[in-house]
């Protein structure tokens, strides 16, 4: 009777132990292949993006095509699926398109460089039932149709775990913590700018040349000379607002914002010299009123340039 209860008890024991030790996850073996991204709205910012999405994994329960969660998507479209499940493992592919919501750095807009990430979680299992592993076979995009008017510097695949600061209601957690195993993608690209860059400020320079041909207007045309310079300023704050409204609020002081500046403040430097020259018209001292034209469009000139150059490069760079 005593080695009876040695044994249920031995039984119990080993049974609880059992039971106490965590189950491993499962593994989901993730790929992707972005065939297009299009639609890039810095205004509401978001992109879209149409990719193939392929997961391989034993537990039926998983079921992706219910699960799927695309954490960072406003909409998320399935067009195509396919699942064959005759081996030992679900196959699944499935062709998707997503609107993604992203934050945009346009600090050196338009010699702007951008990350667009993309991820993916299962809704219903946590990191304790469901692992990602990333399938690094073969290209992930096809070069030729992917972006137009932007480079891809680099395409990164990686799997991580994101932690979510709540239980979701389940009171038996000691820590409101909650952990996903999600699949990431980021992309680096930068755009080809040089065309756009002179599509949205050749106005500007344009204003400023005609502001800046006042020097060479004969001094006894002030009248004409004040007329360009302010005509010239409203060009450049017209074209300022014209740009603005195609990007999005930011409370950083960008490269347009950099280059209307300058623009502006030598455009009034300009009417601030055109002053100057009536006021020695009106001493009569005409020889020294030219001279000062001179000079001044000399330095003004060649700051200028030098000032555009300088922040245009760095912001390329």
Known sequence: MKNLLYIIFFTLFITAG?????????????????????????????YTVNLWLWLKYKNKD????????VPQAKSVSRSFSTIDT?????????????????????????FDRQKLRFSIENSQFDSKSLIFAADTLG????????LRGWRIDSLDIS????????????????????????FKVKIVINRDAMGLFWK???????????????????????????GLSVGSLFA????????????????????????HGITLLFILTIIISTSYTLKLVKQEKIEQAKKFDRMGAWVL?????????????????
Not at 86 to 103: E, I, N, P, T
């Open 18 to 46: 059992a039971q106490a030790q965590p189950a491993h996850p499962d593994t989901v073996l993730s790929g992707i292949y972005i065939t297009s991204i299009h639609d890039i709205n810095f205004k509401d910012k978001e």
């Open 62 to 69: 998983f079921d992706f095509l219910q699960n799927l969660e």
């Open 86 to 110: 005759s081996g030992s493992r679900v196959y699944l592919l499935m062709k998707l398109q997503c609107v993604m919501k992203d934050s945009w750095a346009i600090d050196n807009f338009p």
């Open 139 to 146: 290209k992930h995009f096809d070069p030729r149709f992917t």
């Open 159 to 182: 799997t991580g775990i994101k932690a979510y600061e709540t239980a979701f209601g389940d009171e038996s957690l000691k820590k409101p913590h909650t952990d996903y195993s999600n």
């Open 200 to 226: 949205m400020f050749l106005g500007m320079y344009i204003a400023f040349f005609i502001a800046y041909m006042c020097f060479y207007i004969h001094t006894d045309s002030i009248d004409s000379r004040f």
């Open 236 to 259: 450049v704050i017209g074209n300022k607002y014209i740009v603005d409204s195609s990007l999005p609020d930011s409370t950083t002081f960008t490269l347009v914002d950099t280059l």
């Open 301 to 317: 000139l060649s700051v200028y340039v030098l000032l555009n150059s300088y922040f245009i490069i760095m912001a390329s760079q």
